[in-house]
């Protein structure tokens, strides 16, 4: 059900523990930087290679809108997940973490310790997954 939108926001979260959030979704961006990095070292594209220098040293930028221009399919997995975690980490400053972004409804803090970069509620997420899944032609 929606909360209601333009009236004080209560948060069912403490500050102490969006700030534990917080901190362990730097430690995962970090984790993925230093991933999607060394991957980029590793190939044999010049190109990549000169990225993967800007991905440590971008400090606050978004690594994911860096490597928005290139598809480097090696590091999907990585710079989808990291595009989440730099999603949830803009939300927690925006002062909109921990709401559904479907419905509004505050996202569980269960919910939230075992998927700190949740955006939707179980419900709305089992909805997108079904729909999702319909969209996606079997291969
Ligand atoms: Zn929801």
């Known amino acids: 059900m929606a909360r209601t939108f ?18 362990q ?3 995962r961006a970090l984790e993925l930087r230093r991933a999607i990095h060394g991957a980029l ?6 190109t990549y290679s000169e990225v993967a220098g800007r991905v440590l040293d971008i400090g606050e930028q ?3 809108d860096l490597l928005a221009d290139f598809r480097i399919f090696e ?13 949830a980490l803009a939300r927690i400053d925006a002062g909109t973490y921990a709401r559904c972004a479907d419905c509004g409804a505050d996202i569980s803090v269960e919910r939230l310790r ?23 032609p079997s291969l």
Do not use: W
């Open 6 to 23: 333009g009236g004080v926001f209560m948060y069912s979260l403490s500050q102490s523990e969006i700030q534990s959030f917080k901190k």
């Open 25 to 27: 979704l730097r430690d």
């Open 41 to 46: 070292i590793d190939s044999d594209n010049k």
């Open 62 to 64: 978004s690594v994911v």
């Open 75 to 87: 590091i999907e997995k990585e710079v989808s997940e990291l595009s989440e975690v730099e999603a």
């Open 114 to 136: 075992a998927y700190p970069s949740a955006n939707r509620c179980t419900d709305c997420q089992a909805r997108h997954e079904r729909m999702a899944k319909d969209m996606t």
